[in-house]
């Protein structure tokens, strides 16, 4: 069936390195994509969203990036930090009240 | 404002055991959802509503019930605990009246064990 997936499970980055998180998805009826951030022991933490008519949107230190041709979506850090180890989720929404997310890409940010 | 609080934190149920996990926003928020995780695992959504007195099924829902009969609560009832429902559960709120339009704002989680 159609799903929200990640490219690589695992992340390691070096504190102040851009971090690339990359998620692909099959549903090209999906029109709303969000990027959440889980620390250990928390619920998911909304990071940014970005709608199927929009191809990039950025906000403090992050960028989403649409690929519809494609089906691709990737979340982009500058100059990571310790507090963005985290496990991050992206999810497709098809304007039905429904949320889908991805397995999840853990990060680790190296001192 | 508290946002989105859950209770309990954890739970350890025994099989055929049945249990209420509390899930409670104060945004005013009409749209609520339970969701589960399990490990390696994104959220998989178990029942939703968009409204008092309106719920609908997600993608895992069985075993499981909900209500919505004010704004505030959503309580997801587990009927008849299985091992199988050993999960982290979930809830979630937003404002958007018309699908996911807005950001979800998740509760801090209610870790449960049935042996």
């Known amino acids: 069936g159609e799903s929200v997936g990640l490219h690589l499970p695992t992340l390691s980055v070096q504190e102040g390195d851009n971090s690339i998180i990359n998620c692909a998805y099959s549903?090209?009826?999906?029109?709303?994509f969000i990027w959440y951030k889980q620390e250990s022991g928390k619920g998911p933490q909304f990071i940014i969203d970005i709608r199927s008519n929009m191809d990039k949107r950025q906000g403090q230190r992050v960028t989403v990036l649409l690929n519809k041709t494609v089906k691709h979506l990737s979340l982009q850090i500058a100059a990571t930090q310790p507090g963005d180890s985290a496990v991050y989720f992206c999810a497709e929404n098809k304007n039905d009240y429904k949320l889908s997310f991805g397995a999840g890409t853990t990060v680790t940010v190296r001192a | 404002n508290a946002g989105v609080t859950q209770t309990p934190k954890f739970q350890v149920l025994k099989t055929g055991q049945s249990m209420t996990l509390q899930c409670a926003q104060d945004m005013n928020h009409e749209y609520m959802s339970w969701y589960r995780q399990d490990p390696g695992m994104g959220l998989r959504l178990i029942h939703y509503s968009v409204g008092a007195g309106i719920t609908d099924q997600g993608e895992v829902p069985n075993g499981y019930n909900v209500s919505r009969s004010t704004t505030e609560d959503f309580p997801l009832r587990l009927l008849s605990a299985a091992p199988s429902q050993t999960s982290v559960y979930f809830c979630a709120s937003s404002s958007s009246r018309q699908g996911i339009a807005n950001e979800q704002f998740f509760g801090p989680g209610t870790r449960l064990t049935v042996l």
């Open positions: 549903n090209s009826a999906s029109d709303y």
